[in-house]
C-alpha cells in the first residue's frame, strides 16, 4: 500500500492553529503518514515543524503569485491538503486550482471585522468552505458558520492541546514571587494586545479592585499593537495592572495564579480556558463562541463588554475559597471530557482515509 502523504498549510500561524499542526504533524508521522508543512519561517523556528519529522517547506503568508506558485509545487502529488484558518484555506484553494486533490479546511477562530471588510471576509469564507472537501470546525457555532456559507461537508472537530505533564508550581512559586504577588492575590490573562481581547473592559474592571485590602495584581502575558496604548492608560490611572509581554511559561504563570480571566470578544476553543481548567485554576470568562461549549458549569461566566460583571465575579471569588475549590475540582472534571491529542490525530486521519479512497472529481 502506498504511503499516505499529506500538506499541511498555515497562514500567520495563530498559536492555537500552530500548535494544532505541530502535534498533528507528529502523530500523524506516528502513524506512517508523510507529512509536509507550509508555514512562513518564523512560524517553523516557534514551532520546530521539522521536529515532529515533517518536511517543512517556507511559504510566506503572502498571497503573491511566487508565493501560490511554492505552494503549488509543494502540494503536487498529495494525497490531502490540510489548510488551517482562512488565509491558509483561500491560498491552498488557489494553489490547488486545477489540481484533483482533496481539501480540508480547520476553522480554528473566526474573523472580527466591521464595516466594508466583514463583507470581503464573507467572500473568502464562501470561496474557502466550497473549494473544501471537508470543514472541520473547532466549535459548534463554528461548524453552523461554515454550512451557512455553502460548505457541502462541515463537521465539529475539537483541537486538543498538549495536556501539562504536571502542576507545574504552588501558590508560592518563583513565578509568583517574580510577579510580585507573594501577599496579594494574582490574577492571570493572556493572549494578544488588541481590541478584540477585551483588555479595556478588563482594565475597568481592575479600577474596582484597588479597594480591596490586600488588593490583586492582575498580570497581563501577550504582545500586539495595543500595547503603549494600555500601559499609558495604566500608568495615568495607577492601575494594579502589569503588563508581562510574551512568556514561554504560560503553564507555570497560570499554576500560580488565584483566578484566571478571559475577556475576549470572541473565543472558538480558548487555548487560555483549556490550560486553566487542566490545571484547576478558577476561570472567569466571558461567555462567547465556543466557549460556554467548552467549559461547561466549570467556570464563571460573564457578559462580554460588562466590566461590572466581570469584576463582580473576581471579587465574590476572592472572597468564596469554597467556590474556587469547587471550580478547581469542577474545572479538572471538565477537561477530562475534552478529547485527547490522540483522539483528535485519529478523528483527521479518518477524514484522510475517507477522502483518498474516494474517487477525485
Same mark, same amino acid.
Not at 521539522?50 to 503536487?76: E, F, K, N, Q
Given at each position: 500500500?502506498?504511503?499516505?502523504?499529506?500538506?499541511?498549510?498555515?497562514?500567520?500561524?495563530?498559536?492555537?492553529?500552530?500548535?494544532?499542526?505541530?502535534?498533528?504533524?507528529?502523530?500523524?508521522?506516528?502513524?506512517?503518514?508523510?507529512?509536509?508543512?507550509?508555514?512562513?519561517?518564523?512560524?517553523?523556528?516557534?514551532?520546530?515543524?521539522?521536529?515532529?519529522?515533517?518536511?517543512?517547506?517556507?511559504?510566506?503568508?503572502?498571497?503573491?503569485?511566487?508565493?501560490?506558485?511554492?505552494?503549488?509545487?509543494?502540494?503536487?502529488?498529495?494525497?490531502?491538503?490540510?489548510?488551517?484558518?482562512?488565509?491558509?484555506?483561500?491560498?491552498?484553494?488557489?494553489?490547488?486550482?486545477?489540481?484533483?486533490?482533496?481539501?480540508?479546511?480547520?476553522?480554528?477562530?473566526?474573523?472580527?471585522?466591521?464595516?466594508?471588510?466583514?463583507?470581503?471576509?464573507?467572500?473568502?469564507?464562501?470561496?474557502?468552505?466550497?473549494?473544501?472537501?471537508?470543514?472541520?470546525?473547532?466549535?459548534?457555532?463554528?461548524? +453552523?458558520? #461554515?454550512?451557512?456559507?455553502? %460548505?457541502? $461537508?462541515?463537521? =465539529?472537530? *475539537?483541537?486538543?492541546?498538549? !495536556?501539562? @505533564?504536571?502542576?507545574?508550581?504552588?501558590?508560592?512559586?518563583?513565578?509568583?514571587?517574580?510577579?510580585?504577588?507573594?501577599?496579594?492575590?494574582?490574577?492571570?490573562?493572556?493572549?494578544?494586545?488588541?481590541?478584540?481581547?477585551?483588555?479595556?473592559?478588563?482594565?475597568?474592571?481592575?479600577?474596582?479592585?484597588?479597594?480591596?485590602?490586600?488588593?490583586?495584581?492582575?498580570?497581563?502575558?501577550?504582545?500586539?499593537?495595543?500595547?503603549?496604548?494600555?500601559?499609558?492608560?495604566?500608568?495615568?490611572?495607577?492601575?494594579?495592572?502589569?503588563?508581562?509581554?510574551?512568556?514561554? +511559561?504560560? #503553564?507555570?504563570?497560570?499554576? %500560580?495564579? $488565584?483566578?484566571? =480571566?478571559? *475577556?475576549?470578544?470572541?473565543? !472558538?476553543? @480558548?487555548?487560555?480556558?483549556?490550560?486553566?481548567?487542566?490545571?484547576?485554576?478558577?476561570?472567569?470568562?466571558?461567555?462567547?463562541?465556543?466557549?460556554?461549549?467548552?467549559?461547561?458549569?466549570?467556570?464563571?461566566?460573564?457578559?462580554?463588554?460588562?466590566?461590572?460583571?466581570?469584576?463582580?465575579?473576581?471579587?465574590?471569588?476572592?472572597?468564596?475559597?469554597?467556590?474556587?475549590?469547587?471550580?478547581?475540582?469542577?474545572?479538572?472534571?471538565?477537561?477530562?471530557?475534552?478529547?485527547?491529542?490522540?483522539?483528535?490525530?485519529?478523528?483527521?486521519?479518518?477524514?484522510?482515509?475517507?477522502? #483518498?479512497?474516494?474517487?477525485?472529481?
Amino acid at each position: 500500500m502506498t504511503q499516505m502523504r499529506t500538506v499541511q498549510v498555515l497562514g500567520g500561524g495563530s498559536a492555537g492553529s500552530s500548535a494544532h499542526v505541530r502535534s498533528l504533524a507528529a502523530g500523524l508521522v506516528a502513524r506512517g503518514v508523510r507529512v509536509t508543512v507550509c508555514a512562513p519561517v518564523d512560524v517553523d523556528r516557534a514551532y520546530d515543524f521539522g521536529g515532529s519529522g515533517a518536511h517543512h517547506v517556507a511559504v510566506p503568508r503572502r498571497g503573491d503569485p511566487a508565493s501560490v506558485a511554492t505552494l503549488r509545487a509543494a502540494c503536487a502529488g498529495a494525497d490531502v491538503v490540510h489548510a488551517h484558518g482562512l488565509n491558509a484555506a483561500v491560498r491552498a484553494a488557489i494553489a490547488l486550482g486545477g489540481q484533483r486533490i482533496p481539501l480540508v479546511v480547520t476553522w480554528h477562530t473566526r474573523a472580527q471585522v466591521e464595516g466594508p471588510r466583514a463583507h470581503l471576509v464573507r467572500l473568502l469564507e464562501r470561496r474557502a468552505v466550497k473549494a473544501a472537501a471537508v470543514v472541520l470546525g473547532t466549535s459548534s457555532e463554528l461548524v +453552523d458558520r #461554515a454550512r451557512s456559507r455553502g %460548505a457541502r $461537508d462541515a463537521r =465539529l472537530a *475539537p483541537v486538543a492541546l498538549p !495536556a501539562p @505533564s504536571q502542576h507545574p508550581g504552588g501558590p508560592e512559586s518563583k513565578a509568583r514571587a517574580e510577579l510580585g504577588a507573594v501577599e496579594r492575590p494574582l490574577l492571570m490573562a493572556v493572549g494578544s494586545l488588541t481590541p478584540e481581547q477585551g483588555y479595556d473592559i478588563l482594565l475597568d474592571a481592575a479600577a474596582t479592585w484597588r479597594a480591596l485590602d490586600p488588593a490583586p495584581l492582575l498580570a497581563i502575558a501577550g504582545e500586539g499593537r495595543e500595547r503603549g496604548r494600555l500601559q499609558r492608560r495604566i500608568d495615568a490611572e495607577g492601575l494594579p495592572v502589569r503588563l508581562i509581554g510574551r512568556r514561554d +511559561d504560560i #503553564a507555570e504563570l497560570l499554576a %500560580a495564579a $488565584d483566578i484566571a =480571566l478571559l *475577556p475576549s470578544r470572541w473565543e !472558538a476553543r @480558548s487555548a487560555l480556558a483549556q490550560e486553566a481548567l487542566r490545571l484547576g485554576v478558577p476561570l472567569v470568562a466571558t461567555a462567547v463562541g465556543g466557549v460556554p461549549e467548552l467549559v461547561g458549569d466549570a467556570a464563571e461566566l460573564v457578559p462580554y463588554g460588562n466590566a461590572a460583571a466581570l469584576s463582580d465575579a473576581v471579587v465574590r471569588l476572592l472572597g468564596d475559597p469554597d467556590r474556587r475549590e469547587w471550580l478547581t475540582t469542577a474545572g479538572r472534571a471538565q477537561a477530562e471530557t475534552w478529547p485527547t491529542e490522540d483522539e483528535t490525530i485519529a478523528q483527521v486521519l479518518c477524514v484522510y482515509d475517507e477522502l #483518498a479512497q474516494a474517487p477525485r472529481r
